[in-house]
T-cell receptor
Framework: NAGVTQTPKFQVLKTGQSMTLQCAQD?????MYWYRQDPGMGLRLIYY???????DKGEVPNGYNVSRLNKREFSLRLESAAPSQTSVYFC?????????????FGSGTRLTVV | AQSVTQPDIHITVSEGASLELRCNYS??????LFWYVQSPGQGLQLLLK??????LVQGIKGFEAEFKRSQSSFNLRKPSVHWSDAAEYFC????????FGAGTRLFVKA
């Protein structure tokens, strides 16, 4: 099925541990995004990649890094996890332009940092 | 800077009743506007979008939304709510680096 695939779906980390969240899309979209979702705050943009080979910071980039591995894949890395990074993380992709179609989202990664 | 406001944190409606979820945006030019729905434990799914033309747009699952420039609003409506519509709804602005509202959780009572 066409769409955005995120792994893992759930993860528990200890403070200070590192991990990488994986995201892949098969819709040939140029743009990919990482958002975090916290209660009452909607979705906030962490990092984005407008096209293959480019990445840029969003609203809440501190504590994260990203890699746009190729057109399909966009990973998010937590180098030293903190309890404040407990959240649900969503990857999305889109094809922006004159008539944007909106985002296609993955099903999310629920991360708990203890 | 763009912003999206959803004034209602949660709304409860009876099954079969009509629904209106409010959304206000701030943007200089005509914005790209979207409504998404999120069922528990799931990602967000696009319901409908607006960026030009007819100000009343139709979406999936029987939803529609009306763009009102004079009120900077893009409210989501459904004439008759079903129990399966219980979910969280997000209004969003911008086709690139989309800004999301905080969401409105819809409860449906029998």
């Amino acid at each position: 099925n066409a769409g955005v695939t995120q792994t893992p779906k759930f993860q528990v980390l200890k403070t200070g541990q590192s991990m990488t969240l994986q995201c892949a899309q098969d819709m040939n979209h140029n743009s990919m995004y990482w958002y975090r979702q916290d209660p009452g705050m909607g979705l906030r943009l962490i990092y984005y990649s407008a096209s293959e080979g480019t990445t840029d910071k969003g609203e809440v980039p501190n504590g994260y890094n990203v890699s746009r591995l190729n057109k399909r894949e966009f990973s998010l890395r937590l180098e030293s996890a903190a309890p404040s990074q407990t959240s649900v993380y969503f990857c999305a992709s889109s094809e922006p332009g004159q008539a944007p179609e909106g985002y296609t989202f993955g099903s999310g990664t629920r991360l708990t940092v203890v | 800077a763009q912003s999206v406001t959803q004034p209602d944190i949660h709304i409860t409606v009876s099954e079969g009743a009509s629904l209106e979820l409010r959304c206000n945006y701030s943007y200089g030019a005509t914005p790209y506007l979207f409504w998404y729905v999120q069922s528990p434990g799931q990602g967000l799914q696009l319901l409908l979008k607006y960026f030009s033309g007819d100000t009343l747009v139709q979406g999936i699952k029987g939803f529609e939304a009306e763009f009102k420039r004079s009120q900077s609003s893009f409210n989501l409506r459904k004439p008759s709510v079903h129990w399966s519509d219980a979910a969280e709804y997000f209004c969003a602005s911008g086709g690139f680096k989309t800004i999301f509202g905080a969401g409105t959780r819809l409860f449906v009572k029998a």
